[in-house]
């Protein structure tokens, strides 16, 4: 299967994120290394996984159970 790595502005186009937004807030909370980006060669660079991010986007909003979104950016499942 091929995948298709995007960098963090061609990630923010199709997300329609900020790119600061995507370096400072999702990656590490909801985009996870090994999982959602790689760096490759053990470099500095971030590729993002095209196909496991837009995976797991339908999975999160086809969540159905109730939560309230609080202030500090978490979740309160009630």
Sequence with gaps: MSLTYLTTDELSGLIKYDSR???ERLKDSVLLE?????RPFGGRKIL???E???RDMGLKSA???FSIPMANG???HG
């Design 21 to 23: 937004t995507i370096r």
């Design 74 to 76: 978490g979740v309160c």
């Design 52 to 54: 496991h991010i837009e």
């Design 63 to 65: 969540d159905t159970s």
């Design 34 to 38: 090994g999982k959602h980006y790689i």
């Design 48 to 50: 993002y996984i095209w």
